[in-house]
């Protein structure tokens, strides 16, 4: 079932309820003071999914929209970096 919103007209914080699309009151008490409620229009979470497909979709989409942006290119660091530690490998042949 989808979770409404509602914003009580006295200020007090919205508050949210979970009713079946077809039985949704344009109105709900307030939990606090108990005064009438409208409830407010937001947008549906239709792109938010649970399963990991679906969560992968998601990543992939946003990384194409929104690239990470890097300082260096992948591998540029690893020129001056030992490749191995072992000092039994100093004393291979260098090509
Ligand atoms: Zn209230």
New binding site residues.
């Given amino acids: 079932m989808p979770t409404y919103q509602f914003r009580?007209p006295?200020g007090?914080p919205d508050f949210s309820a979970i009713y079946p699309m077809a039985d949704v009151p344009g109105q709900d008490a307030?939990p606090?003071?108990a005064?009438p409620?409208r409830r407010l229009f937001g947008a549906p979470a239709l792109g938010v999914g649970r399963t990991a497909a679906m969560q992968l979709q998601d990543r992939t989409r946003a990384s194409a929209e929104h690239p990470d942006v890097v300082q260096r290119l992948p591998g540029a660091g690893r020129r001056n970096t030992p490749v191995t530690t072992n000092p039994l490998h100093r004393r291979l042949p260098r090509p």
């Fill in positions: 009580c006295g007090c307030c606090r003071c005064a409620a």
